[in-house]
T-cell receptor
């Protein structure tokens, strides 16, 4: 149980285009989903927390207009990187939690590797 | 403030050796939760264990075991008889109300198990 999928697994795009990444909880309902970014050989950096039906909460320094997050259902959250630039190239990972409480385990998706040319 | 320290950046062992990955945490909360995740080269973070602050019992799951000691604020992870498939980055993480219910990750330990 507790499977989270992400799509696409890899994406290469041209500078200036927008890219949408989907995160789905396949076998449980996720009230809360989290979006992380990971640079090579580094730990995970939380970008934002999304709760179903409400606006996402972004971490300090993360541009909300650039990284649009939508959590429209209990099983789906999307991250859209708008007007992508080469510096946005990174590994993006989502996680899902049933309620977002500290006691809840976050289950992670397989990640999406974004390369912006 | 929450903090998780994994002092070992990289560890290299030979197959069948036992290896312990260290994790030291800091928090002012009395109720908190500790986690270990494995990140193989494929990139996905695989959940290994969750432990709450009121349960100091050590846990064993196959070749994996965890030693939680509140007195030293440590939550160490031991792999017995390591295998090549254990090669991965291992992250220790902490969650509590003091972190606004966000996971605080350590920097990770890269474990390489050589045949």
């Amino acid at each position: 149980g507790a499977v989270v999928s992400q799509h696409p697994s890899r994406v290469i795009c041209k500078s200036g285009t927008s890219v949408k990444i989907e995160c789905r909880s396949l076998d449980f309902q996720a009230t809360t989903m989290f979006w992380y970014r990971q640079f090579p050989k580094k730990s995970l950096m939380l970008m934002a927390t999304s709760n179903e039906g409400s606006k996402a909460t972004y971490e300090q320094g993360v541009e909300k207009d650039k990284f649009l997050i939508n959590h429209a259902s209990l099983t789906l959250s999307t991250l859209t990187v708008t007007s992508a630039h080469p510096e946005d190239s990174s590994f993006y990972i989502c996680s899902a939690s049933t309620s977002g409480r500290a006691s809840d385990t976050q289950y992670f998706g397989p990640g999406t590797r974004l390369t912006v040319l | 403030a929450q903090k998780v320290t994994q002092a070992q950046t990289e560890i290299s062992v030979v197959e069948k050796e036992d290896v312990t990955l260290d994790c030291v945490y800091e928090t002012r909360d009395t109720t908190y939760y500790l986690f270990w995740y494995k990140q193989p080269p494929s990139g996905e973070l695989v959940f290994l264990i969750r432990r709450n602050s009121f349960d100091e019992q050590n846990e064993i799951s196959g070749r994996y075991s965890w030693n939680f000691q509140k007195s030293t604020s440590s939550f160490n992870f031991t792999i017995t008889a390591s295998q090549v498939v254990d090669s991965a980055v291992y992250f220790c993480a902490l969650n509590s109300g003091g972190s606004n219910y966000k996971l605080t990750f350590g920097k990770g330990t890269l474990l390489t198990v050589n045949p």
